[in-house]
């Protein structure tokens, strides 16, 4: 069955949720394309989807449950988007795994490091798989993944982190070296910075307002980043001329400090 009946493109949001998963799907959904939402929290999948067809009408989103850790899951939901929107034009590759406080290596258990790495690094290597093949045969395509100041720089309590995100730029790399050539665009976006979602803003804000700061409490865009400000970069890459493709990008606030965790 068709959730898809005008045939518009397809982006598929995988790592979907709050903050920069759901801003890039509205973004896009606004330009014209149905979003496929994908991440492992149904409550926090149903919602974005509900939302969004609030604010733009039926079948502009659909949501599929998916571990990222699990190859097998990822092609399923994959199959599903195939068969119920049609072939992806768009992947955005948006999951990150990491403790909000750091552990040195030898605190680190290998269950952690190895599931970190999974849905920082695996996820997005079969999810690549899963569309690549139609991406070719159309001769056009985007793959951007997001990426972090830990995809450039090990710091100390990332040891769960950082190898992830390090690969995942690699990948991007290798995508752009074998496929640029055949139409697909592969992207790399390094988010240097936090990101003014529930969690990390509402934490900033509270220290802002002990701390009696009030300017950054009044202009907020300027210390953190804004999820909505950040989907235009997403939109931005993906509708670049095709002779001036951008394989990596990296954006900060504009009080925010190159490579910030240098």
Not at 25 to 39: H, K, P, S
Not at 155 to 168: E, I, N, R
């Amino acid at each position: 069955m068709s959730f898809n009946p005008q045939k518009k493109p397809v982006i598929a949001v995988v790592g979907a949720g709050p903050g920069i998963g759901e801003a890039v799907a509205r973004r896009f959904v606004q330009e014209g394309f149905v979003v496929a939402l994908l991440a492992r929290t149904e409550d926090k999948l149903q919602t974005m989807s509900t939302g969004i067809e609030a604010d733009f009408g039926k079948h502009t989103a659909r949501y599929y449950i998916t571990d990222l850790r699990v190859e097998s899951q990822i092609i399923s939901s994959f199959k599903s988007i195939k068969e119920e929107l049609g072939p992806v034009d768009v992947l955005v590759y948006n999951a990150g795994a990491r403790r909000v406080n750091g552990r040195s290596i030898l605190d680190t258990t290998t269950e952690e490091f190895e599931n970190f790495t999974k849905i920082n690094l695996f996820g997005a290597f079969w999810s690549t798989k899963c569309v690549l093949p139609d991406m070719i045969s159309a001769s056009k395509g985007t793959i951007i993944f997001t990426g972090a100041t830990g995809s450039l720089r090990g710091m100390p309590g990332l040891s769960s982190f950082s190898p992830g995100k390090f690969g995942l730029r690699s990948l991007a790399q290798i995508i752009t070296r074998e496929y640029q050539s055949q139409g697909i665009h592969g992207a790399h976006l390094i988010i240097d910075g936090p990101v003014d979602g529930k969690l990390i803003g509402g934490v900033m804000r509270r220290k802002w307002e002990q701390a009696g700061e009030k300017e950054k409490l009044e202009e907020t865009d300027r210390f953190v980043m804004q999820p909505t400000d950040l989907a235009k970069i997403y939109w931005y890459l993906h509708t670049q001329p095709r002779s001036a493709w951008t394989q990596e990008l990296d954006v900060r606030a504009q009080n925010e400090t190159m490579f910030s965790k240098l």
